[in-house]
């Protein structure tokens, strides 16, 4: 049985369990099954860090934009405000509405979670530092994360509400849209790396900082802007938050949902900014690749952090687009900019014109 | 047109349906007959050299004695301002609505209705809209009105 | 043994969703024991900027929301193609390039008729 | 496409929803993303200031009609003043007109600084509604140091004002409007060049200057549609006939000219008050017969002023007694969500948003 | 469930109990305290002041708390401005619709007992008391900014001494 965690970073701790595992006199299905249990539940504590971190982090650059602290009270800078919030919305009641569809309801928070976090089972958060190195990773992260968006209907269509259900088919409408710019601008980077392998595609933008794809003139940053743009809309966030646009439709898609349930969309929403911004440093900024006297995963930190920056920046310096013109937007403009920029890239990687 | 030419103007030429009010101050005032409302008020708008396109306000009054109703007309292209009422004893409160004449003037009827009990024919819309929606106090702008919770300021 | 990796990567898949959901639902239940749980009918009651709902809402909802959906599936599929293409792109050639633009461009020339119908356009 | 009929549903927006602004309630019937029919319901915040006015002493009701329309409450102060100065042929000290002007225009600046934000922020921007905020606060301070209040003054009395500015007012004043008038460039940069800004309010919601007439629509939105008429210049009141401003006027009556004339305004407004600044004479600030217990002589008038949202007016019925018979207040927002159901449908709901925002309607004033 | 309700006629037998007891009641308690979402209410004057405490110079954010349009996610209903007789119905049914533990400030004089309304007045509902019930009051017509920020603090407080079933269901 080979593991795919072998080189992990994390080894000793899982030769360790798994050691203990086969001690126990445990068949190798079971300790297989149990190490990838673990692996989850470390990796979901990692995100939940993460995101109580984004959130906080997305609040104090939003209060410093507008010229205000943010938390303040609560620890240095407030440091443990989200961790409270998270404890208060632990304790808070868990609305039902008697008219609701009750599986649909119950499930789509559940759903809306594992499609952001299904994504990180071929994150490469650093050198070796894979929990599996599927041949088909970006495209199933493509495909995973749009279950999204099934999650988000389910959520409009299972509340028996009005402004819920405006809000998922908002997001429906907007998320189908914007995958297909979003996939096309990722297949250029494809056609030249030629596998699907996330380890492969940060592997082929080894080496120093002009390997990397955002710098492989005039494809590469359209790619990477194109791209920017669809994860944005991806992600729900303004310029193209109006599946949950406050003014409008009050709080979008998650009006009912009330104590955990409404914690895993918010979870989900923080995971899925964090996912799209590394997909991004993953394609285009060279993933872990950088400098020795920072640990690969520390690059991949980095990079992801500086391009969550970016898109809590744009969310708060943008109004929000408007239902039509965001199609349009999608439609007459960003798709066939980049299959255009696909043709353009398959040129230029046929003729060899690059470093 | 200053407030003296539109004063002496208007008696000049409406003079048998318009009768000035001395209890007007700065803008002129007058007072009209009920039933040649509507009339006076196109005639108003239509007048070349009035043109009262505008309409400001429409103020129900209780004055102790009788209802009045009070309408504030200003013309743009004109720049002028003009008051006139009507005065509706209380046994037969009611005037024609003006909507043809000037259109803003529906949610003020509708106003005059609710707090007034002042009956406006040909209105279309004479729903309750200020009160809540299952009142049943009567018209609470009347001077003589009471309710068990009103509550009125003590005098000193 | 080569087929048997695949086939244990793949299997990390099922187990993250089994880890995900367990982990979800425990959080679930953790709330569960810890929060008041006082339902009533007013409470229960879909919020509608606290008035009284005014009919249903799962209608016949308008089919602008479907036509993208309809387009997208279109596209998607084209992606799909296009996945294969891009991998191997690097073996195949000139061949494969020209015939991918010949492929894009047949499938662009239907969304410019969409586009020239109006259907990209909100009505 | 367009035969393929769907169901319309029927969706209340308000009392309570972040963009109506207070209390208002819209019964929209959409179809899909569109609005078909709008049907406003108000009087949520009906609560009877005609009626507590009526038993209230002329001074007692200055405060009551600060909550008439609080956001610009100076306006509500001076309209009542103005008009029982009016029926009582009062004069005003000239030092006191001058104050009565800064302070307008000051309420005018802030009134229009907060409509930055709160339009900003229905569009999706919430930045500019914190830098709106932010500025308004100076404005804010000014009154406080003046009158002690934040936001119901009771600042501008009958006959004149209840007390003169201090040392401090001036220079304060304008460091202020300095502060303002450098940060107008802020604001249109991060609204007025930003490409989703323009495209969400140019266009949008076009008031016909026909319509806006006929519905008695006043102020900036009425200016915005093209028409040229501003109390301030066509029915002079106070001492503004002294002062040498523009008032700027809209060409489309778009969402964009709505926004666009309250920014130019807050410059008007910073010229008219620097004038009066420099202009400020000694003396008075209050008529000497203006007492607590003051009596108007009978007599009825109708007095409007422009205020931030239009126009402002009071119908002021004297009976000679120590209370006045009748008091009717107008708000100009009263005009404008009645003409809304008459251009703001077959529309977006977002686009719904955003007209609702720069029609700048405040509640209270509608229903009083 | 709420299976906490029987956790202190358990814990307390045990010896050692009332330690766990109170140190679960600290640590939850800090959670409701520390982090208060406000639902975004507001019908007349003191709506501008809370805008304003929202806005930069004061920054509700430094005491963690933030807004949410829907009451399904607040925490506390902050009451500013007066209430009318039609808004009476719809401001319980906000307060009904709200998750629990939930919280209420009356902010201002009108909400307190009708305010410069409480005479004279056909259509003010003269105090909130009668409608929901309240944790704080603070008076001003409207209050100040600070006046309100003190009524949170005062409101986190009191969250903070409360008992464990304080806030389960009555």
Redesign the interface.
């Known amino acids: 049985m080979i593991w795919p965690i072998a080189t992990l970073e994390l080894a000793p701790l899982f030769s360790w369990l798994r050691g203990l595992l086969v001690d126990l006199g445990l068949s190798e299905v079971w300790v297989t099954s149990i190490s990838y249990l673990a692996l989850g539940a470390i990796i979901f504590g990692v995100l939940a860090l993460l995101a109580l971190f984004l959130v906080w982090w997305e609040r104090k650059i939003a209060a410093h934009i507008q010229q205000r602290f943010g938390p303040m009270r609560h620890g240095w800078h407030g440091w443990y405000q989200t961790l409270m919030d998270a404890l208060k919305l632990l304790q808070k009641e868990d609305v039902v509405i008697e008219s609701r569809d009750k599986v649909v309801f119950f499930w789509a928070p559940v759903l809306c979670f594992m499609a952001a976090f299904l994504a990180y089972v071929v994150m490469p958060w650093g050198e070796n530092l894979i929990v599996a190195d599927l041949n088909i990773g970006i495209l199933y992260i493509m495909a995973i994360t749009t279950f999204t968006v099934i999650s988000l209907v389910m959520a409009g269509w299972g509340s028996n509400n009005k402004y819920a259900l405006l809000g998922g088919m908002r997001s429906a409408a907007q998320v189908v849209s914007y995958e297909i710019p979003m996939v096309v601008s990722v297949l250029t980077i494809i056609v030249f790396v030629g596998s699907l392998s996330m380890v492969d595609i940060v592997k082929a933008q080894s080496g120093l900082m002009f390997n990397w794809f955002i710098f492989k003139v005039p494809f590469g940053p359209i790619a990477f802007i194109t791209y920017i743009i669809a994860a944005t809309a991806e992600a729900n966030r303004t310029p193209f938050d109006i599946p949950e646009a406050e003014q409008e439709l009050v709080a979008g898609y998650n009006v009912e949902y009330s104590g955990m349930k409404f914690a895993m969309f918010f979870l989900a929403e923080f995971i899925n900014l964090f996912t799209v911004s590394a997909v991004a440093t993953t394609l285009f900024l060279g993933g872990w690749n950088g400098w020795e006297f920072i640990p690969s995963w520390g690059w991949f930190l980095i990079k992801t952090l500086g391009v969550v920056l970016l898109l809590m920046l744009f969310r708060w310096t943008y109004p929000r687009l408007r239902v039509d013109q965001l199609m349009e937007f999608a439609w007459k403009f960003l798709i066939p900019l980049t299959f255009a920029n696909l043709i353009l890239g398959g040129i230029i990687k046929y003729l060899g014109w690059h470093w | 047109m200053t407030r003296q030419e539109l004063a002496s103007y208007i008696v000049e030429k409406y003079g048998d349906l318009m009768k000035p009010l001395e209890?007007?101050?700065?803008?002129p005032?007058f007072v009209v007959e009920v039933d040649k409302l509507v009339d006076i008020a196109q005639k108003l708008k239509d007048d070349e050299n009035l043109k009262f396109?505008?309409?400001?306000?429409l103020?129900g009054?209780?004055?102790n004695e009788n209802f009045e109703a009070?309408y504030?007309v200003?013309s743009?292209t004109k720049?002028l301002?003009l008051?006139f009422k009507v005065i509706l004893p209380y046994d037969k409160a009611e005037v024609e609505s003006l909507q043809s004449v000037?259109?803003?003037i529906?949610?003020?009827e509708r106003e005059m209705w609710e707090l007034y009990g002042i009956n406006v024919k040909n209105h279309g819309n004479l729903t309750r809209?200020?009160?809540?929606?299952d009142w049943d106090?009567g018209f609470?702008?009347r001077k003589n009105?009471d309710?068990p919770?009103?509550?009125?300021?003590?005098e000193k | 043994m080569e087929g048997a990796v695949g086939m244990t990567e793949y299997l990390s898949v099922a187990f993250f969703i089994i880890a995900g959901t367990g982990i979800v639902l425990f959080t679930f239940f953790l709330a569960r024991l810890i929060r008041p749980h006082n339902p009533y009918k007013e409470k229960s009651m879909p919020y509608e900027c606290a008035e009284d709902p005014v009919g249903d809402s799962w209608i016949k909802f308008n089919n602008r929301f479907y036509i993208f959906a309809l387009m997208f599936v279109i596209f998607d599929v084209e992606v799909v193609f296009l996945f294969p293409w891009a991998v191997a792109f690097g073996e195949l050639g000139l061949f494969a390039l020209v015939e991918m633009v010949i492929f894009i461009l047949i499938l662009f020339f239907g969304l410019f008729y969409a586009w020239k119908k109006g259907v990209l356009k909100w009505v | 496409m367009a035969d393929l009929r769907t169901e319309e549903f029927v969706v209340n927006m308000g009392p309570q929803h972040p963009s109506t602004h207070g209390v208002c309630r819209l019964v929209l019937t959409m179809d899909g993303e569109k609005v078909v029919k709008i049907e406003p319901v108000i009087g949520y915040l009906h609560r009877a200031i005609e009626k507590v006015c009526e038993n209230r002493t002329y001074m007692q009701c200055i405060p009551i009609l600060d909550r008439f329309e609080y956001v610009t409450s100076m306006s509500c102060n001076y309209v009542f003043s103005l008009a029982t100065e009016r029926i009582a042929e009062m004069e005003v000290p000239e030092r006191a007109e001058y104050l009565r002007v800064i302070m307008l225009e000051l309420n005018r600046i802030a009134s229009h600084l907060l409509f930055y934000g709160v339009t900003a922020m229905d569009i999706g921007a919430l930045t500019p509604f914190l830098y709106g905020l932010r500025e308004r606060e100076l404005i804010i301070d000014l009154f406080e140091m003046t009158c002690g209040q934040r936001l119901t003054y009771n600042y501008i009395r009958i006959g004149g004002v209840s007390r003169d500015i201090p040392k401090e007012f001036e220079p304060k004043c304008r460091e202020a409007i300095k502060i303002i008038s450098e940060k107008m460039a802020d604001y249109e940069g991060l609204l007025n060049e930003n490409p989703i800004w323009l495209k969400r309010t140019k266009g949008v919601a076009v008031l016909p200057k026909e319509l806006a007439i006929a519905y008695g629509v006043s102020g900036p939105v009425l200016r915005a549609s093209g028409v040229q008429y501003d109390l301030r210049k066509n029915d002079p009141y106070c001492i503004y006939d002294r002062f040498d401003f523009d008032i700027p006027v809209g060409q489309n009556g778009d969402c964009f000219d709505r926004y666009m004339l309250r920014l130019n305004e807050i410059r008007e407004s910073i010229k008219i008050i620097t004038q009066a600044l420099d202009g400020l004479p000694e003396g008075d600030i209050k008529n000497k017969k203006s007492r607590m217990t003051y009596k108007a002589p009978a007599g009825e008038t109708y007095t409007r002023i422009e205020n931030s949202r239009g126009e402002m007016g009071i119908y002021l019925i004297s009976d000679g007694g120590k209370k006045p018979l009748r008091v009717k207040a107008k708000g100009a927002s009263f005009n404008h969500i009645q003409v809304l159901p008459h251009f703001g449908t077959n529309m977006f709901i977002a686009d719904l948003v955003a007209n609702f925002a720069t029609l700048d309607v405040i509640m209270p004033e509608v229903d009083r | 469930m709420g299976l906490i309700k029987k956790v202190p006629v358990y814990t307390e037998k045990i010896p050692g109990g009332a330690f766990v007891l109170t140190s679960l009641e600290t640590v939850l308690n800090q959670g409701r305290a520390k982090s208060l979402w406000y639902l975004l209410f507001g019908t007349a004057c003191c709506a501008i002041e809370l805008m304003c405490t929202g806005a930069s110079r004061y920054d509700f954010d430094r005491l963690g708390m933030i807004f949410r349009a829907t009451p399904r996610q607040s925490d506390l209903i902050l009451v500013a401005g007066t209430i009318t007789k039609k808004m009476a119905p719809r401001l319980r049914r906000l307060y009904d619709q709200m998750s629990e533990p939930r919280y209420v400030i009356a902010m201002g004089g009108c909400t307190i007992n009708g305010g410069p309304f409480y005479y004279d007045s056909y259509a003010v509902e003269k105090g909130i008391d009668h409608i929901i019930p309240v944790d704080i009051y603070i008076p001003g017509c409207p209050p100040r900014p600070e006046s309100l920020m003190e009524g949170c603090i005062h409101l986190q407080e009191k969250i903070k001494k409360q008992k464990l079933l304080d806030w389960q269901e009555k």
Do not use: E, H
């Open positions: 209890s007007g101050k700065y803008d005032l396109d505008y309409f400001c306000n103020c009054v209780d004055t009070v504030n200003a743009i720049n301002r008051d000037w259109p803003a529906g949610w003020y809209f200020l009160l809540p929606d106090q609470p702008m009105w309710a919770d009103f509550k009125r300021m003590p």
